[in-house]
């Protein structure tokens, strides 16, 4: 049976809560997955890539606001399956902020421990979330997502490189860490402020996925000063404040039912 917000348990929506994470097993059937692989292949090549990594040493490389490359992708950050149950999680009305086609093959690098709140120049209630769809089998050593749970609710770091560095903040330091391996076709949904990171890639497949940022239907422009993070809000000059809508930015609620 595949995964909808209809299917969540009060159980695993407390849950996310609680950890700031969940995994939802299931979420398209074998034939969208294929569909969405094949187009991502193809928009990896086709697309400019943003590598991340530093020293020749790559992490993963991506192709930024994948949502605005290809109908496909388009569908996909807009799937009713995901966007429904990204809704029941955060309890709020949603909007697309953007999607990221995320490649990490063989023999990269594990990705650095980060919240990504202070890269996302929006504010508003604090319901944003970022969901994580595998378009291949991620098992432990191919490079899965692990999740600090709770971590979303300590009270505001003081030192800004703890964003980054997020291991090195002393509280979290200690705090239990959660590996999540995922099947094709599942989900993981994290909180803009659950501290995250993930494994290198050790096997010789490429680990393919989207990552889909949603936010607060009423959330504005937040400036970070970061020229390249703002842009992230749309073409133009937008002004501090300015509510983050229309096309590029849309309502995602509309037609849930699976
Ligand atoms: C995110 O989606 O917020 C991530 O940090 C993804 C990291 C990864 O896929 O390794």
Redesign the pocket.
């Known amino acids: 049976m595949l995964s909808t917000a209809e299917t969540l348990s009060p159980e695993t929506v407390a849950g996310y809560r609680r950890d700031g994470f969940v995994h939802v097993p299931r979420v398209l059937h074998a034939a969208e997955i294929e569909e969405f692989l094949s187009d991502a292949l193809d928009v990896l090549a086709a697309e400019e890539k943003t590598r991340w990594g530093e020293d020749g040493a790559t992490v ?1 490389d991506f192709v930024e606001n994948s949502q605005l490359k290809s109908e496909a992708m388009r569908r996909l950050a807009l799937h009713p399956r995901i966007t429904g149950v990204a809704e029941r999680l955060a309890g709020a009305p949603l909007r697309l902020f953007k999607s990221e086609l ?1 490649r ?1 093959s063989g023999g990269s690098r594990p ?1 650095e421990a ?1 919240f ?1 709140e202070f890269a996302l120049p929006f504010s508003g209630a604090e319901v944003g979330l ?1 969901a ?1 769809v595998a378009l291949v089998d991620v098992p432990m050593e191919r ?1 899965c ?1 692990t999740f600090v749970p709770g971590s979303h609710r300590l009270p505001p770091s003081e030192r800004a490189a703890d964003a980054w560095d997020a291991y090195g903040r002393e509280e979290v330091r200690w705090m239990p860490r959660v590996a999540v391996p995922v099947r094709a076709g599942d989900c993981t949904f ?1 909180h803009t402020r659950v501290v ?1 990171a ?1 494994g290198g890639n050790a096997t010789d497949r490429t680990r393919i ?1 989207v ?1 889909t940022v949603y936010m607060d239907a009423a959330a504005v422009f937040r400036p970070t000063g970061n020229e390249h993070i703002d842009g992230l809000a749309g073409g133009g000059e937008p002004v501090a404040g300015q509510p983050l809508q229309g096309e590029r930015f849309p309502l995602v609620g509309e037609g849930h039912s699976p």
Request: glycine share 6%.
């Open positions: 993963l995320l990490k990705t980060h990504d970022t994580w490079g997502l994290h995250h993930a996925s990552a």
